[in-house]
């Protein structure tokens, strides 16, 4: 090897590794972040419904209809409305002032701060049971930007189940005199 052609290979090398050190140096940080997420919990009201039936899930926490998804059957169901109680403006109001709606914390945590004023907060999400959703014992899941629920037991009634009484509804006594 020539020395003009030791010098040319020298000076590869370090041209490739000071472009290795500058790429290298360049890359952003990785930064990791934890997010608390919320188990939903929540009771259905009625438990059993038709498709076509309105239920409400009374329980949260909830955000809001647009970022709600119910599924019953594995099947999606229409969210009709997102309501809460009065107090609930109270009890969001008291955890923002006491700091346990932190960034990360997805407001999720108990605030011992604010217990006497958000227990009185009811929140009721309410949903269509899907016009296909087959008749039988089945689960309801809730889904939002908060979290998750467990599947919470519900029937979907189908024709045998709606409030047929074919008992003879006749007032005269064959009985009598």
Do not use: H, K, Q, Y
């Not at 290795?20 to 360049?26: D, E, N, Q, T, V």
């Not at 998750?148 to 037991?153: A, F, K, L, Q």
């Amino acid at each position: 090897m020539t020395p003009v052609s030791s010098l040319l290979v020298a000076a590869r090398r370090a041209a490739v590794l000071a472009l290795g050190a500058l790429l290298l140096a360049g890359c952003p940080r990785v930064f990791e972040e934890t997010f608390t997420r919320c188990t939903l919990e929540f009771e259905l009201e009625p438990d059993a419904a038709a498709p076509g039936e309105v239920v409400d899930a009374v329980g949260g926490p909830w955000t809001s209809a647009f970022d709600t998804r119910v599924e019953i059957a594995g099947l999606r169901a229409d969210v009709i409305s997102i309501d809460r109680t009065p107090e609930c403006a109270r009890c969001a109001e008291c955890r923002e002032e006491s700091g346990c709606d932190l960034p990360g914390r997805g407001g999720c945590p108990t605030c011992d701060a604010c217990a006497d004023v958000c227990v009185e907060c009811v929140e009721t999400l309410t949903f269509e049971v899907p016009g296909d959703a087959p008749a039988g014992p089945t689960a309801v899941t809730v889904f939002n930007d908060r979290g998750g629920s467990r599947p919470v037991p519900f029937t979907v009634l189908g024709d045998d189940d709606t409030d047929t009484d074919d008992t003879d509804t006749d007032d005269t006594d064959t009985d009598l005199p």
